[in-house]
């Protein structure tokens, strides 16, 4: 039986549908339309009329050797999602930039780069490191992007890094756990000394504190 108004079938398709959007989100790689049956428990037919609507939708592709990967169409609901993002994380952050003296920040996963989505500065110090909301940089560099890095391998620590992105300047981050829609992290960044054993206690916490405000 079908209707319009969601009934177990149609919300079981819809269910299907977001289940295989996470899988292709997961793991940064493609996946064959056998493999995404045999992960999600489903038959290959299932899978392909799935992965035919997310992609008339553009929310899905497929490469030259058929494994399907995310569609470019996620971008669009990426960045309608960004102001929401730093919306809820200003306050958090406002608190750890007042309290460290230091630029505090919120720093998202676009592919192998991070994107600062949300920056507050101290309002009490007499210098402090100028971060530009939207600024990019390599994963591999700076504790912003080590940390989704860690995330990534299921590691919650809090990394530290001096120099990396701008001379001079020390750096700590901490991923946002339990968000599987969300690959992220919370970090300070200053020229003064940093004290890692203090410090990154208190950006974990932060960390924590983003998370539970983002479910």
Same mark, same amino acid.
């Given at each position: 039986?079908?209707?319009?108004?969601?009934?177990?079938?149609?919300?079981?398709? $819809?269910? +299907?549908?977001?289940?295989?959007? =996470?899988? $292709?989100?997961?793991?940064?790689?493609? *996946?064959? %339309?056998?493999?995404?049956?045999?992960?999600?428990?489903?038959? =290959?037919?299932? !899978?392909?009329?799935?992965?035919?609507?997310?992609?008339?939708?553009?929310?899905?592709? +497929?490469?030259?050797? @058929? +494994?399907?990967?995310?569609?470019?169409? !996620?971008?669009?609901?990426?960045?309608?999602?960004?102001?929401?993002?730093?919306?809820?994380?200003?306050?958090? $952050?406002? +608190?750890?930039?007042?309290?460290?003296?230091?630029?505090?920040?919120?720093?998202?996963?676009?592919?192998?780069?991070?994107?600062?989505?949300? !920056?507050?500065?101290?309002?009490?110090?007499?210098?402090?490191?100028?971060?530009?909301?939207?600024? =990019?940089?390599?994963?591999? /560099?700076?504790?912003?992007?080590?940390?989704?890095?860690? $995330? /990534?391998?299921? *590691?919650?620590?809090?990394?530290?890094?001096?120099?990396?992105?701008?001379?001079?300047? /020390?750096?700590?981050?901490?991923?946002?756990? @339990?968000?599987?829609?969300?690959?992220?992290?919370?970090?300070? !960044?200053?020229?003064?000394?940093?004290? @890692?054993?203090?410090?990154? %206690? *208190?950006?974990? =916490?932060?960390?924590?504190?983003? *998370?539970?405000?983002?479910?």
């Amino acid at each position: 039986m079908r209707d319009h108004k969601g009934n177990p079938e149609s919300a079981q398709t $819809l269910e +299907r549908g977001l289940r295989l959007l =996470r899988l $292709l989100a997961d793991g940064h790689r493609g *996946r064959t %339309p056998t493999e995404l049956a045999q992960e999600l428990g489903l038959s =290959r037919p299932i !899978v392909y009329r799935l992965l035919t609507t997310l992609q008339n939708e553009g929310f899905a592709r +497929r490469d030259a050797e @058929g +494994r399907a990967h995310l569609g470019f169409g !996620v971008l669009a609901l990426a960045r309608a999602v960004q102001p929401l993002l730093r919306a809820a994380a200003l306050p958090a $952050l406002r +608190r750890l930039a007042e309290e460290t003296g230091a630029t505090a920040h919120l720093t998202a996963a676009e592919g192998d780069e991070g994107l600062a989505i949300a !920056v507050v500065e101290p309002t009490w110090t007499d210098m402090h490191v100028a971060y530009r909301e939207g600024s =990019r940089h390599p994963l591999t /560099r700076g504790a912003a992007g080590l940390a989704i890095l860690a $995330l /990534r391998e299921g *590691r919650t620590d809090y990394q530290v890094t001096e120099g990396q992105l701008q001379e001079g300047a /020390r750096g700590i981050a901490a991923p946002l756990p @339990g968000l599987p829609w969300l690959e992220a992290s919370v970090g300070i !960044v200053t020229f003064g000394p940093i004290d @890692g054993a203090t410090l990154g %206690p *208190r950006v974990v =916490r932060t960390a924590i504190e983003l *998370r539970e405000a983002l479910t």
